[in-house]
Every structure is written in C-alpha cells, then in structure tokens.
C-alpha cells in the first residue's frame, strides 16, 4: 500500500511513496497548510479567509477560497492515496489525515519518547528520540510560502515547540558530558532567543563544565542585564541559584552529575480537569477564540463571560485540552471559587504558592509577598509555553497577579462579569445554547434513544430549562437517575413556574443555588448593590418580559438614570443582560427566583410599585394618543400627575421607539396589576382604556387582543361601566375584518346601550359610527349611510372638530357608493381642512388616505396617486398602519388603471404585509386578490392563480365581508 506523507515542517510537501503531488497555485498551497495544521477538523469558512488574506480581506474572498478548494481537490486527484481527502462539510471544510502521516505528527512523538526517557533518567534514549524529533526541521514551517499575518502568527507556537526540543536535547546532552561541543550552539541559540532563560543556563552550566568559570560568571551577568533591559524582572530563582553554585563550586555542578539548573526535563504540567466526553454546541465560540489566538496579535488573557450554569467553565477545559499541542508546557488550573456560595473565594497569594510548588519551587523557599510571588511566578513559567486556566473569578483583582508576563504563556478566565481591566485580553460572551444543541445536550445526559422516541417533549424541556447547560444537566441527570421516566413526566412536573425551580435540583446542582450566590452578594453590598437586589425583585414580582430603564423607574419611584445605574449594576452581575440601546433581559429562571423573592417583600409596596407602572403605561400611550389626535385622548380626564418617572414620548419617531421597547410591557403590566384586588386594578381598566387602539394602529394586534379580553372581563368584574364599554368598543375593532361581523355588532350594540345610558354623546357618536363602518365592510350601504349620519349629527353637535373631521372622512366612501359624489369630496375635503388646522397627524393621514380612495372610486386614477403617496408618508409617520394598508392597496388600484402592473403589485404586497401585521384577514385577502390581478395584467398567470388561490382561501376563514370599492377596483373575491 503506498504511503502518504504531509510535511510542514519546511517547504510545504505532499508526497505519495515520494512522489511529491503538486498543489497548484500559491492560494491553493496556503489552503493545503491550513488545513493541514488542524486536520480531521471542519475548518469555517470565515476562519480561513481570515487565514489565507491580509486585513482587510477582498470582499470576493469567500467566492475566490471556493474555486481554491476546487483547485486543490482536483490536484489532490492525482494520486488514489489523497483522492477524497478533502470533504466539504457545513459551513468550510475538512482535510482527513491519518496518525504518522504528518511530520509534526512524527516530531512530537519522538520528542514526547525523549522527553519520558530524559524524565527516567535514560539519557542516550533520550538524546536518540529528541535527535530524531529535531532532525525533522528541514527549515522554518512553510518555509517556501508568503504567509499572511494570521498564518504567520499560527505558526509561532511550533517554533516554541521546536525550542523546547532543542532545550531537551541540549539537557541530555550535558547529562551525558558533552558541555564542550554545545558551548558554540549554546551561545548561537541565546543571541536568537535572548529571553530564554533555560538556554542560559544550559549556557552557564557548560562552560563552567569546560573549566571556564569566568565565562560562566561573565554568561550569567550578561543574561541577568539582558533580562532588566527586555522585562524589568529579575533572573529566575533556578538561574540565581545556578549562579551561587558556580560561586561556590558545589560538587553537584561536575560534569558527572546532572545540570541543577532545570534538573531531569520538565514533564509538561496536566492540572486541566477532565473534559467532558461529548461536547455539545459552542463551535461559534470556539472558532472565535481560536481566530483571535491565530491573530497577529494574539491576546494574552481569553476572558469568557457570562451568567452562571452557561457553561463557562466546560468550555474553558474544552479550549485548554483543543489547545494542549500549542503549550509544550502543559497547562496550571485553578478555581478561585468565585461563583461558590459555600466556599470563600481564594486569595491570589494563596494561588501563586500553589502555582510556584507545582512548578517546582521548595516550599519552604516559596515567597510570602505577593509582589515577590508574581514576579517569581511569572519568571518561573517565562519561556516554557504554559498555558494558566483560572477559573470563576469573582473581580480583575482576584485575577491580574496571577496572569504570565511572558508571551510563550496565554491565560484563559472565566468570570460571570466581562473583566475588561485585565491587559491585553479579548472577551467572549458566553450565551445560552441554540434550541438544537440544547437538545443535543440533553440527549448525551439522558440517552439519545430517549430524545428520539419524544422529540416534541425533549425540546420542551430544552425551552423549560431556559436554553441553560446547568438545568440541561440537572434534567438529565434527573431522567438518567429514572429509567423508567418519560420525558413527558418531567414536562408536567416543570411546566408549573411555582415548581420549577424545586424541581431543577439534583444531588449537588442546583439552579437556585447559582442564582442565590449572585444575589446574596448584592445583599452583602453596598447601597446601589442593595438597590440593584431590590430592582431584581420589583422585575421579578411585575413579571416584565423587556426590562428597561423607564419601567424600573417607575418601579423604584426614581429617575431613569437612578433606574440605569441599578440595571447596569445587574449587567456587572450578569443578573440582567443587555439587549440593545435602553433595553435589557431577565432570563426566564431568573425570573422565577426574582419573582421567588419579590413575594417575601409586603404587598403594599408590592401594589404601590405596580400602580405606578400601570400609571407610566397609561400616561405614555395616552400621550401617544395626543399627538395624533390634536390633544385628544380616550382617558384625558384623568388628572395629569408630576413624578420623576414620567416618560412619555413627544414625537411620533419617539412614539415608534417608545411602543417597540415597551409593547409587551403594557401587557404585562396590565396582566399583574388586573390579577390585584385593590387600586392596580382599576388603574389596569385604565391602562386598556388607553392603549389598546395605539398598540392596534401600529400594529401589535396581539397584546391588544389579549389586552381587550382582559379589560372585558375586568371591567365588567370590577363594576365600570364606561370602561367595560371602551372594551367592548375596542374589542369590536379589533374583530372588525377577522372575527364573526355579528358578533363585532352585538359588542358595537351593547356598547351603545351602555353609553346611552350614561349620557355620553361623544362616546355614543363612536359607537354609531363603528356600526356604520361594519355595515359598508358587509356591504350594507343603506344602513352604513344611517348609522353615520346620525353619529356625524351627534359630532356636529358637541362642537369637537376633530370628531366631526373623523366622521366626514369616514363616511366619504359611504357617500360615494349612493351615488353622493359631490358630498363625499366635500366632506373629505373638510375633514384634510380640519386635520391640518388642529395639527392632528392622525387624522390628516386618516384623510389623505380616504380622499385618494374617493379619487379612485371616482375614476380620477392620476389624480390619486400625489394624494394617496402623500397619505403613505403621514401615515408612516403617525405609525397608523390600517390607514396606510387602504392607501397602498387604492394606489395599487390606481397603479393597474394606469398600465403599472409592476407598481400595482408591490402596493398590493405592501399592503398584505400591513394586513398581516394588525390582524385584519379581509382586507389581507383583498391584498392578495389586488396583487393576481397585478400579477396576470403582468402577463404571470401561475402567480396569479396561486394569488387568487390564497385569496379566497383567507376570505373564506372572515366570511361576511365585502367592500364595494375593492370589489370595483379589483373585482369580486
């Protein structure tokens, strides 16, 4: 069988039975290197351009490294033996190659055989494997190739190793006399390497084994000023005590005995705990770590970070043990019980004389000072490529005198905080696991066999435990412990929020356990610590699924920078994470704890921090309702109040923002305070009162829905009359276009009974004028033209501009379809006049839209289009997303009569997409039917008949509704 041989440690060369196979192209040969640096690996793609181009990298990289991989994979061709080594995998690519195939695979097993006879004492086995392992260096790695940067610095750790091999074989050389013939090469290789500080003493040892006691003085001063002027340190404490052994002719130093100076060789440091069998996820991650160590610029410190049971610490050991070859000297771990309620962080001085004995320093002679501990640690490991995992650090300060000065040397941290102090770092935010791989996860816990017979329940509790590696473990663990368990028992027994934190227990591991640390020490802290523990609480105990700065605020009854202080205090903690500008998380099984702890605090505080959150929600939406409205509100008589979290936006852009950040809160707010007995509840009827038609009108349907149903039954619960009435008013909306049109009348109805009953005019006007619109959507004109004019009298009468303007622009199209033309265009014409005087946004685009519409209908199709293109734009700016549906699917009606079935389609589109984001199924249908009639004026028959399909599809599940002017424009459904 022929044999195959990789060779890096040169020239690059592929040989079969020593033939060598060319590889093409420069970029083709870099790609081989690559990949033959870290084979049987998946290489991502992102990773080898960084490899293979200069910063920055042409943006035809990724295209350009795939016609390489074709390059190489056909010159691999050549030979059977290669053919098929290259695999493309999901997301790069893959080099297989088998044991001895490489020569660095050769080099470090013999250098790994000298360096165990040279640790035995077997000294001519020794220098015979080391010999061999050196005499594999043709010349530098990849000698014949241009390395860009990251290549390049890639390479440095093997020059590392090729030094400590060469040290080795020095060492056994001495041990067996030959101090003579190494002085030269000795003298050669600390003029290359002037920081090593093994090489002069190896240097020392031999001339003073010479007889040359003087150059043996004169080597030693000479590294010691070399050493000052390149570090500021000293020399080590094992060159220092060479040095007085010269001084002192100790008999040990004879040419018969072993050098003292690093004594047998070293065998390299294994602290790394054990790494876990069936690594699952973080391949993101660690290709990150691993792009940033190949950089030109290599970090010296990897801090990863992140909340606790993410699995920080597995992923540290799982880098250590991927980067064992590239740290000859092996590898220092300790835990400095940061994290660990039950165990008093560690001391760094404590760590450096752990660290200095396991290097070898008799205990005895191990410094007391901390400074002499770290200058003595860091000259200890300077030189022999260690690498220093230093576990679950609490701060920078447990951590810095503990990190290697020397660049042969990187050292990896954990921490929940991101220590941005400490020099020379890069930090990695360690997050939850994608759902896939926490199914993975779980699957190597309990049995895959398991996963696969319940794949729905195995992804529920993926979800159940938060995506976090620590529940994932501890379900696991818990299912492995009981056989005879389905994964659906485990669903039922977490699915109660009350329960799940009991039953993410197992022997030793605990969730509540991790999460009680970080809190307890906020307890422990100082004022804003303490603040920060009770905004945990306050969010905890609200159940508020985004967590920002003004809802905290009012939580606190403070400001919102106070509010900012106290979330970024959390961040520190990893207690809370941040989500974007003004924005921050609470991951769900923190929430159960926070929520745990919120329950101990009295309720009146409870109650009065939710009120004031109610009151923030109602406040801001109302404002909301205001700026669109000419300072018209649903609850504007409720009394304006002054406090120092009062929030509201003052523009529509700021009402945009205000809405996407605090959406879900207004729901959630309203869901706990409705849940109280006292005043949160009222305050919460209030709060649907206000924002239910703001959050529809730019479009979150959902929260309203859920929102109106709650206020339905709340208010009638509660005893508010008007209030129920506003429900059943806004819940009529809602369903106006998706639900049953009789069962939108029967709320419309008893709305107005209870409206009528109370006296109020304005709100009865509402209530007929909604009546009139159901029946133009079910196509009753008649009783639409009754019910309007009657609500426009009532308008009329209360004197209300902005009333009398929605009236007139609302009825326009009623008018038309009668046949009254020239009333329809006056009273829109009324309703833009009105708008624009009042300055009511809303209403204006409201208009726009409505007068485009009339145009059309009146067969005015350019006329329309300046006016509906300008209704788009207000529109857009008040956020009223139905408004704007109406406009695009008018103007894609307009667009078809003008021969632009292009334009006609992409408004139809625009508005499906409106549609579909406020709930409103009808009109989403008639924007599929107006986009096939775009389609087959296009000449696309298919996709009008797919369109068609889908159109009535959507009509038959809202049944009951037609508009006259859509069936004009675009023909029945």
């Known amino acids: 069988m022929a044999i195959m041989r990789f060779g890096l440690l040169g020239s690059l060369e592929v040989r079969v039975d020593d033939v060598v196979v060319h590889l093409g192209s420069v970029k083709q040969r870099l790609l081989c290197a690559t990949l033959l640096l870290e084979p049987n690996e998946v290489l991502r793609t992102d990773h080898l351009v960084e490899m293979l181009w200069d910063q920055p990298h042409p943006s035809s990289a990724p295209a350009n490294l795939r016609t390489y991989v074709h390059g190489l994979r056909r010159a691999l061709r050549v030979a059977p033996e290669v053919a098929g080594r290259l695999h493309t995998r999901t997301g790069g690519y893959l080099l297989e190659v088998q044991p001895g195939e490489r020569d660095l695979d050769r080099f470090r097993e013999a250098a790994q055989r000298g360096r165990d006879a040279l640790a035995a004492g077997r000294l001519e086995l020794a220098e015979a494997s080391l010999g061999s392992a050196y005499r594999l260096w043709r010349e530098p790695p990849l000698a014949d190739l241009p390395l860009p940067p990251a290549l390049a610095a890639r390479l440095a750790y093997l020059d590392e190793e090729r030094l400590m091999v060469e040290e080795d074989f020095v060492q056994a050389k001495l041990g067996l006399g030959a101090a003579a013939e190494l002085v030269g090469r000795l003298r050669d290789t600390v003029v290359a390497h002037p920081l090593r500080q093994r090489s002069w003493g190896q240097l020392v040892t031999a001339l003073y084994r010479t007889g040359d006691v003087a150059g043996a003085v004169a080597a030693y001063l000479q590294a010691r000023d070399v050493l000052a002027e390149a570090t500021g340190l000293d020399p080590s404490p094992e060159l220092q005590a060479l040095y007085r052994d010269i001084l002192h002719h100790s008999p040990h130093l004879s040419a018969d005995t072993p050098a ?118 860091r000259s200890e490991i300077a030189g ?457 946004v809303g209403l204006e685009g409201a208009a726009l839209s409505m007068h485009g519409q009339v145009l059309c209908r009146a067969g005015r199709w350019q006329e329309a289009i300046p006016s509906l293109t300008e209704a788009v734009a207000v529109t857009e700016h008040s956020g009223d997303l139905p408004s704007r549906a109406e406009a695009y699917l008018a103007r894609a009606a307009a667009h078809l009569r003008l021969a632009d079935p292009a334009a006609a389609g992409r408004d139809a589109a625009l508005a499906g997409t409106l549609a579909a984001q406020t709930g409103d199924r009808y009109v989403l249908a008639v924007s599929r039917h107006a986009a096939a009639c775009a389609a087959e004026a296009a000449g696309d028959g298919a996709t009008a008949d797919r369109l068609r399909r889908e159109a009535r599809e959507t009509n038959r599940s809202v049944p009951g509704y037609r508009e006259p002017h859509y069936e004009e424009f675009f023909g029945p459904l």
């Open 260 to 377: 003292t100076v690093t004594g047998p060789a070293r065998r390299p440091l294994r602290e790394l705990p054990a790494r876990i069998a069936h690594f699952v996820g973080r391949q993101h991650e660690i290709t990150t770590a691993l792009g940033w160590l190949d950089g030109e610029t290599p970090p010296a410190v990897l801090g990863l970070h992140g909340p606790g049971g993410v699995g920080k610490s597995a992923l540290a050991v799982q880098l250590a043990d991927h980067l064992a070859d590239r740290y000859p000297g092996g590898t220092l771990y300790v835990d400095l019980q940061g994290s660990d309620a039950n165990l008093p962080p560690l001391r760094p001085i404590d760590v450096l004389g752990r660290f200095l004995r396991t290097l070898g320093m008799p205990g005895n002679t191990v410094p007391t000072d901390p400074g002499e501990a770290t200058a003595g640690f």
């Open 384 to 840: 022999r490529g260690i690498l220093v995992v230093i576990d679950n650090a609490r701060d920078a300060v447990q951590v810095r005198d503990l990190l290697p000065g020397d660049r042969t040397c990187t050292a990896i941290v954990t921490s929940r905080r991101m220590l941005t102090t400490l020099p020379n770092g890069r930090h990695l935010a360690v997050g939850l696991l994608p759902r896939h791989a926490a199914v993975e996860l779980l699957a190597v816990e309990c049995g895959a066999d398991r996963v696969a017979a319940q794949p729905e329940a195995a992804g529920r509790l993926a979800e159940l435990s938060g995506f976090l590696p620590l529940a994932l473990r501890i379900v696991g663990a818990r299912l492995a412990s009981r056989p005879h368990w389905t994964l659906d028992q485990l669903v039922d027994r977490l699915a109660d929020p009350h329960q799940r934190l009991d039953e993410l227990e197992y022997d030793d591991l605990s969730l509540r356990a991790s999460i009680a640390h970080a809190y307890a020490a906020l307890l422990d802290g100082d004022d804003r610590d303490r603040r920060g523990a009770r905004v945990l609480r306050l969010v905890g105990g609200s159940q508020l699924p985004v967590v920002t700065p003004r809802a905290v605020a009012a939580l606190l009854d403070e400001s919102a920078r106070h509010a900012e202080e106290a979330l970024e205090r959390l961040v520190d903690q990893r207690l809370v994470e941040p989500r974007g500008p003004g924005t921050y998380a609470l991951h769900d099984l923190l929430r159960l704890y926070a929520a745990e702890q919120a329950a101990a605090d009295p309720a009146v505080d409870r109650d009065a921090a939710l009120g004031r959150l109610t009151q923030l929600y109602e406040l801001g939406t109302r404002e909301i309702e205001q700026m669109a409205s000419a300072g018209w509100a649903p609850t504007l008589g409720r009394e304006r109040t002054t406090s120092p979290w009062q929030d509201a936006p003052t523009s529509p852009a700021q009402a945009v923002r205000w809405l996407a950040e605090e959406h879900a809160n207004i729901l959630a707010a309203f869901t706990a305070a409705a849940q109280t007995a006292g005043e949160p509840a009222r305050l919460a009827a209030l709060l649907a009162w206000a924002s239910v038609a703001v959050l529809r009108r730019h479009g979150y349907r959902h929260e309203a829905v859920r929102l109106v149903d709650g206020a339905v039954e709340l208010t009638d619960r509660l005893g508010m009359p008007l209030e129920h009435a506003a429900a059943l008013f806004y819940r009529a909306g809602l369903n106006r276009g998706t639900g049953d049109p009789d069962l939108v009348a029967a709320d419309l109805l008893r709305c107005l009974e209870l409206v009528r009953a109370v006296g109020d005019q304005n709100r009865t006007s509402a209530c007929l004028e909604a009546l009139g619109i159901l029946h133009y959507r079910t196509g009753s004109v008649i009783s639409a033209l009754r019910y309007l004019d009657e609500a426009l009298a009532l308008r009329r009468d209360s004197g209300r501009p902005l009333l009398v303007g929605a009236s007139l622009s609302n009825s326009a199209m009623v008018r038309m379809a009668v046949g009254a033309e020239e009333e329809a265009f006056a009273g829109v014409t009324e309703a833009l006049r009105i708008a624009r005087e009042i300055r009511a």
